[in-house]
């Protein structure tokens, strides 16, 4: 069973840049597809990008195309999330999560898919 933990996370301005990690412990790390969510106070939890278990693909919400950046390292068993161009609107715990797939290149924005999380990291964003 992998287990998953975030760091990164911080105060910043806004228009600037933070980059999140997940560490994963387990040597099946890359049979797993990994995304980022995230919540809001008073907010539910939200797709923020994934990758696949190749890391050949990538799909990201709306909201945060062409400012984050998601990326892994199967060999360190590390995910990260270049996070450039902070809104306040960013603002929110940031969670990593995982699950097991059979295809390389299979990602899902499903929350219900994903079967382990880690603990979250905070990302406040000011005006």
């Known amino acids: 069973q992998v287990q998953l933990v975030e760091s990164g996370g911080g105060l910043v301005q806004a228009g600037g840049s933070l980059r999140l990690s997940c560490a994963a412990s387990?040597?099946?790390?890359?049979?797993?597809?990994v995304g980022w969510f995230r919540q809001a106070p008073g907010a539910e939890r939200e797709f923020v990008a994934g990758?696949?278990?190749?890391?050949?693909?990538?799909d990201y919400a709306e909201s945060v195309k062409g400012r984050f950046t998601m990326s892994r390292d199967n060999a360190k068993n590390t995910v990260d999330l270049q996070m450039n161009s902070l809104k306040p609107e960013d603002t929110a715990v940031y969670y990593c999560?995982?699950?097991?797939?059979?295809?390389?290149?299979?990602?899902?924005?499903?929350?219900?898919?994903?079967?382990?999380w880690g603990q979250g990291t905070q990302v406040t964003v000011s005006s």
């Open positions: 387990g040597r099946t790390f890359s049979n797993y597809a």
């Open positions: 999560a995982a699950t097991s797939v059979l295809r390389p290149i299979w990602i899902t924005t499903a929350i219900y898919e994903y079967d382990i």
């Open positions: 990758i696949s278990r190749s890391g050949i693909s990538t």
